[in-house]
T-cell receptor, first 112, second 113 residues
Framework: DAGITQSPRHKVTETGTPVTLRCHQTENHRYMYWYRQDPGHGLRLIHYSYGVKDTDKGEVSDGYSVSRSKTEDFLLTLESATSSQTSVYFC???????????FGPGTRLTVL | QKEVEQDPGPLSVPEGAIVSLNCTYSNSAFQYFMWYRQYSRKGPELLMYTYSSGNKEDGRFTAQVDKSSKYISLFIRDSQPSDSATYLC?????????????FGKGTHLIIQP
C-alpha cells in the first residue's frame, strides 16, 4: 500500500457540515493527489500537491479545498458538504521522477 | 466524447482463458499508460506501466500500446478466479511531472471457475 493511510475510512455526515479527510504517507514522497470515484465516472482528480504548501486544482475541484502543511499529510476539506459529494475518496502518491501513482485504501463518504 | 473510453462490461470468461481488456483515448498528448486492478471496496493496485508503443510483459500480464491508433490493451493469460476484479486504464501527459492521471471507467471482469 506504499505506506499510505487514509482517515476516516468511513464517514456519514449531513448536508451543510464541514468534513476533512486526511491522507498520511510515511515515505516522504513529494507528490500527493486526491481523487473521487463514482459509478459511471471512474476516478477523477480533485486536487494535487507538488510540495509543502504547493497545491493545484484538478478536474472536479469545485466545493473542495486542500492543505499540505507538512510532507506527510495532505488534507481534503469539504467546506459545506452536499449530497453530490457522496463518493469514495482515494489519496495517491507518486514516487520520485516516475509517473506511476500508488493509492491508499479509500474513504467512503456519505452525505445525507 | 470522454477522453478515455473503456467498456464497463461485465466481461465473463471461463478459467484458463486469455482475457483482452482495452481502452481508447482521444488526446495524443498522453504519453504514459498504466493498468490498475481494483478489488471490491479496495484501492486501485498498479499492475503495469508503459510509456512506449509496443508490448511489455510481466508474468501472466501483457500491456500493449499503439499510439498511432490511440489504443491500449491488457492481456491476461491463464486467467484465474482471483483475477476477478475491475481493471482500470490510466494515462498521463508528462514524464516525471505533477500531472494527475486520467482514467477510463473500468472494466468489470469475472473469471468463472
Amino acid at each position: 500500500d506504499a505506506g499510505i493511510t487514509q482517515s476516516p475510512r468511513h464517514k456519514v455526515t449531513e448536508t451543510g457540515t464541514p468534513v476533512t479527510l486526511r491522507c498520511h504517507q510515511t515515505e516522504n514522497h513529494r507528490y500527493m493527489y486526491w481523487y473521487r470515484q463514482d459509478p459511471g465516472h471512474g476516478l477523477r482528480l480533485i486536487h494535487y500537491s507538488y510540495g509543502v504548501k504547493d497545491t493545484d486544482k484538478g478536474e472536479v475541484s469545485d466545493g473542495y479545498s486542500v492543505s499540505r502543511s507538512k510532507t506527510e499529510d495532505f488534507l481534503l476539506t469539504l467546506e459545506s458538504a452536499t449530497s453530490s459529494q457522496t463518493s469514495v475518496y482515494f489519496c495517491a502518491i507518486k514516487e520520485g521522477s516516475g509517473d506511476e501513482q500508488f493509492f491508499g485504501p479509500g474513504t467512503r463518504l456519505t452525505v445525507l | 466524447q470522454k477522453e478515455v473510453e473503456q467498456d464497463p462490461g461485465p466481461l465473463s470468461v471461463p478459467e484458463g482463458a486469455i482475457v483482452s481488456l482495452n481502452c481508447t483515448y482521444s488526446n495524443s498528448a498522453f504519453q504514459y499508460f498504466m493498468w490498475y486492478r481494483q478489488y471490491s471496496r479496495k484501492g486501485p493496485e498498479l499492475l503495469m506501466y508503459t510509456y512506449s508503443s509496443g508490448n511489455k510483459e510481466d508474468g501472466r500480464f501483457t500491456a500493449q500500446v499503439d499510439k498511432s491508433s490511440k489504443y491500449i490493451s491488457l492481456f491476461i493469460r491463464d486467467s484465474q478466479p482471483s483475477d476477478s476484479a475491475t481493471y482500470l486504464c490510466a494515462m498521463t501527459f508528462s514524464g516525471g511531472g505533477a500531472d494527475g492521471l486520467t482514467f477510463g471507467k473500468g472494466t468489470h471482469l469475472i473469471i468463472q471457475p
